[in-house]
């Protein structure tokens, strides 16, 4: 199970290292995309269906699951980490999550989360101030299917 938090730092050229706790359990080849709230998600090269979670099986008529797909598969790239753990993320999703130099890789079960630091700390302020409030509407949605 991915669960988490690490923080990296991104050179000049784009590179950074994937941390070895987080790679044990995804191994070498990767894909990351963009993501939601500007965070880009990392899964498995074996994972990558569970990208497409919700909009599998939906026609394609259906506005909705082709624009998810162009937004989760049209932004995404292959990765694959060099004997160090190391790989370089592309120019694209380092100006989607408005990356500047230092980062945090949040695992979260299945999938990871790369964050901006600075990002992340307003983000993770504001989630700590509404938890309870978001849990509770996550509960009450529950109840209603």
Do not use: C
């Not at 044990?24 to 880009?40: A, C, M, P, Q």
């Not at 909009?55 to 937004?71: D, Y």
Request: glycine share 10%; proline share 2%.
């Amino acid at each position: 199970m991915l669960l988490g938090q690490f923080e990296g730092k991104i050179d000049e050229k784009g590179r950074t290292a994937f941390p070895k706790k987080l790679r044990e359990v995804l191994g070498d080849k990767l894909i990351i995309t963009f993501g939601y709230e500007n965070s880009l998600t990392v899964v498995s090269e074996v994972g990558w269906r569970g990208l497409l979670e919700g909009t599998e099986g939906k026609p394609f008529i259906q506005k909705e699951a082709r624009e998810t797909q162009r937004f989760l598969l049209g932004g995404a790239s292959f990765v694959e980490l060099d004997s160090k753990g190391r790989f370089i993320l592309p120019f694209y999703l380092r100006q989607f999550a408005k990356i500047a130099q230092e980062i945090i890789f949040i695992g979260l079960s299945r999938y990871i989360e790369i964050w901006d630091k600075e990002h992340w700390v307003k983000y993770r302020e504001n989630l700590e101030k509404n938890i309870d409030t978001i849990a509770k509407r996550l509960i009450e949605g529950e109840q209603k299917t």
